[in-house]
């Protein structure tokens, strides 16, 4: 929601590559504004909490579910800006590769499919 975009084949300049991998690896770059959608960046007072909530969605995928946030502890996270947030270690789903090898195999798919 925070980018303005598709889960799936998430579109970065002249990249193709999964939400979470771009994300993460924005995260870790410290440029985590970057995925953020500019009519977003253009209308929120915050950008500090736009940054929060993506923080704890990262620490929402983590590889090891022990590591993942309970539901309640979300809610207490997203309404409380006292909770220190744990930092996020690579998520579940990270792609380690920038163009996975058979992603222009299934764009190729899905155009066939839709058109």
């Given at each position: 929601?925070?980018?303005?975009?598709?889960?799936?084949?998430?579109?970065?300049?002249?990249?193709?590559?999964?939400?979470?991998?771009?994300?993460?690896?924005?995260w870790m770059n410290g440029t985590i504004s970057d995925i953020i959608d500019?009519?977003?960046?253009?209308?929120?007072?915050?950008?500090?909490?736009?940054?929060?909530?993506?923080?704890?969605?990262?620490?929402c995928v983590q590889e090891n579910a022990i590591d993942r946030p309970t539901m309640a502890l979300v809610v207490l996270m997203l309404n409380s800006f006292s909770v220190t947030l744990p930092i996020p270690t690579e998520p579940a789903f990270f792609m380690h590769s920038v163009i996975d090898a058979e992603m222009p195999l299934l764009l190729e798919y899905r155009q066939g499919a839709t058109g």
């Open positions: 929601m925070v980018t303005g975009q598709k889960n799936q084949c998430f579109k970065n300049e002249e990249r193709i590559e999964d939400l979470l991998s771009f994300a993460w690896k924005s500019p009519t977003l960046k253009a209308k929120s007072g915050s950008m500090h909490n736009i940054i929060r909530h993506i923080h704890i969605a990262l620490l």
